[in-house]
């Protein structure tokens, strides 16, 4: 089923709370209204929705000449290998999750990575989205699969979760954590999380090291209406929280050749350049910080 489809199809989501502040209501307005062919054209490559990018190198063998038919088809199709292989990459950082589980996806977007983490663990998913739209799609799509019964979507705010205190064996936010303040943030996940479990975050951040956010920082703020918080932000916020780094990888090298890619693409939106720039004169990085809960 493509993306039209499913968005013909998906049930309703229901008592939708208002949002709590101004800028969440136009956080909200903005990923209603999105519909962007480079989210949606690779979901429907296989199905897995997503609202992230790429890490690895690009399969070039897969690719073939550019100038024979159906060249786009097969870059549209690696583009969206990659941006599963970014979600393979945090999966793999949340430990040992077993079927009885229960893990968070906070910005869970139209949900592949939700998709992904059940078919990976066959635990539980809860996917917090501020966008109607984007959950009744993930909801869609969670029934179609036949797996509505352990993959959910809410329209809530990731500041204020509905779930019980200590009842999540894992959480991330995979590129959402931009639109929040980041003490608010990492509160709420270890109140979620048990004892003992894992946070983990894939995000782009400015590079205390450049000084201040570049122009190109700039840009992308402006493009998505968030906020980029700098890498020290990130690390002294869960210090703060009860969440202990296990590891930080930059994945900025990982990341540039889908950048470089997708800048060839027929979906391109414009802020690429601003990535692509930011990313080789350091003043931005892409990492993940996988945290325990103590």
């Not at 949002?19 to 136009?26: E, I, K, N, S």
């Not at 205390?208 to 906020?227: D, L, M, T």
């Amino acid at each position: 089923m493509t993306s039209a489809e499913l968005t013909a199809t998906a049930p309703a989501v229901l008592h939708i709370p208002g949002p709590a502040t101004p800028y969440q209501g136009d956080i909200a307005r903005y990923w209603d209204g999105e519909a962007r062919p480079v989210n949606l054209r690779l979901g429907d490559v296989d199905g897995l929705y997503h609202h992230h990018y790429g890490v690895g190198d690009v399969d070039t063998a897969a690719l073939g000449d550019p100038e024979d038919r159906g060249y786009e088809d097969r870059l549209i199709a690696e583009l969206h290998r990659l941006e599963s292989a970014q979600a393979d990459v945090l999966l793999g950082h949340l430990g040992a999750i077993g079927r009885d589980d229960t893990v968070v996806d906070a910005g869970c977007g139209r949900g592949g990575s939700m998709v992904m983490a059940h078919q990976r663990f066959g635990c539980s998913v809860e996917g917090v989205t501020l966008s109607a739209k984007q959950a009744d799609f993930a909801n869609g799509r969670a029934a179609e699969l036949g797996i509505d019964d352990r993959v959910r979507a809410t329209v809530c705010n990731m500041l204020s979760m509905p779930f019980a205190t200590g009842s999540a064996a894992a959480s991330w936010n995979n590129e959402s954590s931009m639109y929040v303040d980041l003490d608010d943030l990492f509160a709420e996940h270890a109140r979620v999380l048990e004892v003992g479990g894992r946070y983990v975050t894939v995000t782009g951040c400015w590079n205390p090291r450049y000084g201040q956010p570049s122009k190109w920082v700039s840009q992308i703020n402006a493009h998505f209406e968030c906020n980029i918080h700098s890498r020290r932000e990130y690390l002294r916020a869960m210090a703060d929280n009860r969440l202990v780094p296990q590891a930080v990888i930059d994945l900025t090298p990982d990341t540039l050749p889908y950048w470089e890619l997708r800048a060839t693409s027929s979906l391109v939106t414009g802020i690429e350049d601003a990535f692509i720039n930011s990313y080789r004169d350091g003043s931005f990085q892409y990492v993940l910080i996988a945290a325990d809960r103590v």
